[in-house]
């Protein structure tokens, strides 16, 4: 009985892991603006954005990192799009182009918008961002698990992410992961990414 029941969870899984890598990757979290307004269905900014996310698209690798605008005032679109560090130019490419397809079907017509995968970041808006730091639109996610002396592990990982940072400075790609063991109630490992 356990048997047949831990053969289909197994088959089960491996039908779920082929459906995410054929379907693509689900966005972790994005953000409709509501401060932006909404457009008109066949308007300019639409074209303006459609252009944007295409453009986008081919311009994103092999940097890994694409701003452009598109249009002109006051239907102009500006984008931005970023990769996790360590993607290749194609996994780069495929993140963004799902990204550009995804987020009009999240936030439909709306004129700004900001959609995260685990391997990428697609911001559109219809006022110039570039330049700037965007402290309004940022999620969280949390563990579960506890510290147990939350104090020396806040230090520890506060520590970590700084030489991590450093780190990163020092790269073509302004990205670095490491891991760190943490004496914190017994042996753990904390694992971090600096981009």
């Known amino acids: 009985m356990f048997s047949s029941h831990f053969t289909f969870s197994i088959c089960l899984l491996t039908f779920a892991f082929f459906l995410q890598t054929t379907f693509g ?5 994005h953000i409709c603006s509501s401060s932006a307004g909404n457009f008109a269905s066949n308007s300019s900014y639409e074209l303006n954005l459609n252009n944007l ?37 194609t996994d780069c490419q495929t993140c963004v182009n799902e990204a ?36 309004q639109n940022q999620f969280s996610m ?33 990205y670095a992961v490491g891991e760190l063991d943490v004496a914190v109630g017994g042996s753990n490992k904390l694992y971090g990414l600096v981009q």
Do not use: M
């Open 53 to 89: 996310l295409g453009n986008l698209y081919n311009q994103t690798p092999p940097q890994g990192f694409g701003l452009i605008s598109v249009g002109i005032s006051p239907n102009q679109a500006y984008g931005l799009s970023l990769c996790r560090g360590d993607l290749s130019a």
């Open 142 to 174: 949390w563990n579960p698990q506890n510290a147990s002396n939350s104090t020396t592990f806040t230090n520890q990982t506060s520590e970590f992410l700084t030489l991590l940072a450093v780190e990163a400075t020092l790269t073509p790609e302004l």
């Open 25 to 29: 990757a689900s966005p972790i979290f």
């Open 100 to 135: 550009s397809s995804e987020i009009p079907l999240l936030c439909p017509y709306n004129k700004g918008a900001i959609i995260w995968y685990d391997n990428c970041l697609l911001k559109y808006l219809n006022t110039d961002f570039f330049h700037q730091i965007d402290n």
